[in-house]
């Protein structure tokens, strides 16, 4: 079976995920724990542990178990206690984080009870802070903040380098393919790779690089980004192995819909420049991927596992 190595973060990846695991392949994901917002930021401020909201996010979608329990891991409180906003996942992940002594024992704990189709890692056991130079040269701590900053971001990097997971290390050298999912790029896509041992991992694999390409911009990070300035970006954050191939929406969006994120989320479609990624020497997998659900815009998660699977099928 084949070794597919998916690195990323926050809903994109579990998304991802979802489309994977319908296919016979060996899954490993890579999830950036850096994220400090909502209920996550509330844990890692209290017991010190790394982001467990990604991690809770992929472990629901590599889940075989009945929905019922994937609706109780991402139930969150409502109430005026303390627990108000926190994830019943969340919660859980901490306190197997707290009795197995450390975060991937954790992981690995939970993931026999919800019978996991695939191998979930966190990056680092570290308790890593994001930081980001802004367009304006302002440094700025913290991964909520630097999304809430209205200004364009040049360059991110750690407070301090952290120390990734061996195995992380392993799995990466010994894939078939390594994908870099769509999400938020700078948040969850880049923080996997500002590491140099990751870089030199992906640099010492057999792998490809496929790149699954957002169909929406993010506000405050990827605005009137093309395609192929997504390419870019991580080209330029990769070492000296690059993305390969790239998985992009070639579908139409209609105008109600462009409107409507424009209006209410800051959003724009993300243009598909052939002659552009032409020029980069890609390979280019281009399809309908857009699903709407309730005039919200989703990746076809079937059609990206068929054509991930095809990859290998062709013999690339």
Request: aromatic share 6%; charged share 25%; net charge neutral.
């Amino acid at each position: 079976m084949k070794k597919v190595v998916v690195l990323g973060g926050g809903t994109g990846l579990s998304t991802l995920l979802r489309g994977l695991k319908q296919f016979p392949i060996d899954i490993t994901a890579i999830v950036a724990v850096s994220d400090d917002g909502r209920s996550t930021g509330k844990l890692r401020q209290e017991f010190n542990v790394p982001a467990v909201g990604d991690i809770r996010q992929v472990i629901v979608a590599l889940s075989e178990t009945e929905p019922l329990v994937q609706k109780l891991l991402n139930y969150r409180f409502k109430t005026n206690s303390d627990l108000n906003g926190h994830a019943l996942g969340n919660l859980l992940l901490t306190g197997l984080i707290d009795v197995a002594g450390n975060m991937s024992t954790g992981i690995e704990s939970l993931g026999k009870i919800l019978n996991l189709k695939g191998k979930v890692l966190p990056l680092t056991e570290d308790n890593v802070v994001l930081m980001a130079k802004m367009e304006d040269n302002k440094i700025i701590e913290g991964e909520h903040n630097i999304t809430e900053y209205n200004k364009n971001i040049k360059e991110i990097f750690y407070k301090k380098e952290p120390k990734v997971l061996d195995e992380v290390i392993y799995e990466i050298e010994h894939a078939d393919l390594i994908i870099l999912s769509m999400g938020s790029l700078f948040t969850s896509i880049l923080p996997n790779l500002i590491c140099k041992d990751v870089k030199r991992a992906i640099d010492n694999s057999n792998a490809e690089v496929m790149y699954v390409c957002n169909i929406m911009t993010q506000p405050g990070e990827t605005d009137n980004y093309k395609a192929s300035d997504h390419i870019k970006i991580i080209n330029n954050y990769l070492g000296n192995k690059k993305v390969s191939i790239i998985l992009v929406n070639n579908g139409k969006i209609t105008k109600k819909i462009k409107d409507k994120y424009a209006t209410l989320e800051q959003k724009d479609e993300v243009i598909y420049d052939k002659n552009e990624l032409k020029n980069l020497k890609l390979k280019i997998v281009a399809d309908n991927f857009i699903k709407v659900e309730d005039e919200v815009l989703r990746h076809n998660i079937a059609k990206l596992g068929f054509h991930i699977y095809s990859y290998f099928l062709k013999g690339d």
